[in-house]
Each structure stands twice: as C-alpha cells, then as structure tokens.
C-alpha cells in the first residue's frame, strides 16, 4: 500500500533522497516512518515523524538524514545527505493508519528501495 522510491548507487559524502506515497486511498494515516534493512541485520527504525511533525531519529543518522512530510498527499520523504557505505540498505517506507471509517489502525509497509554507499 506504500510506494518508496528513489534509492540508488551513490559514493560516501553523496546524498539521495527517498519518497514515500500511499499506492491506494487511505482514510487516516498517523505516524510515518523509514526503517532500513542491510544484509544479514535486522530491520532498524530509521526515522519517523508524527501528523504534527514530531520526529525521532536513530543515532547513527541525527544530523544526516531528514524526514518531512506533506500531509495533504500524505506522503513522506527522506533527504540523506553525508551518505556513508554503512547506510547501505534497502529501506523501507512504513506508515500506521486506517483504510476506512472505524477500521483499527495498523501497519503498511512499502516494498522497499535499495540505497548503495561505496565507499
């Protein structure tokens, strides 16, 4: 239900920028957020920001990395600058909302984007 993009091959120091839009209608969505996987780790919270604009930021990306968010497209975006090889991942958009009226909130993931760091 949630379509990343922009991940690609880039050297350290370089920057990307990753985007997120919901792929169907969605009636309410709360939190938004990346999450990265690298191989053989497990998936990691990247950063995410609430409705208000609130955002928490793993460690080892304060500083790089910034999350905003569009509410009325309800989209989010990533802007990763000072890129390093150790953020080569495929990174994930993942959003909590509802599809309808009166359904429970949950989880939507995105299929996920590679980002390349050489170094």
């Known amino acids: 239900q949630l379509q990343a993009s922009g991940g690609g091959s880039v050297q350290a120091g370089e920057s990307l920028r990753l985007s997120c839009v919901p792929s169907?209608?969605?009636?309410?969505?709360?939190?938004m957020g990346w999450y990265r996987q690298a191989p053989g780790n497990q998936r990691e919270l990247v950063t995410h920001i609430t409705r208000r604009g609130n955002t928490n930021y793993a460690d080892s990306v304060k500083g790089r990395f910034t999350i905003s968010r569009d509410n009325a497209e309800n989209s989010i975006y990533l802007q990763m600058d000072s890129l390093k090889s150790e953020d080569t991942a495929v990174y994930y958009c993942n959003a909590a909302g509802t599809e309808y009226y009166g359904a429970s909130e949950r989880d939507y993931w995105g299929k996920g984007t590679l980002v390349t760091v050489s170094s």
């Open positions: 169907k209608r969605m009636f309410y969505i709360g939190r």
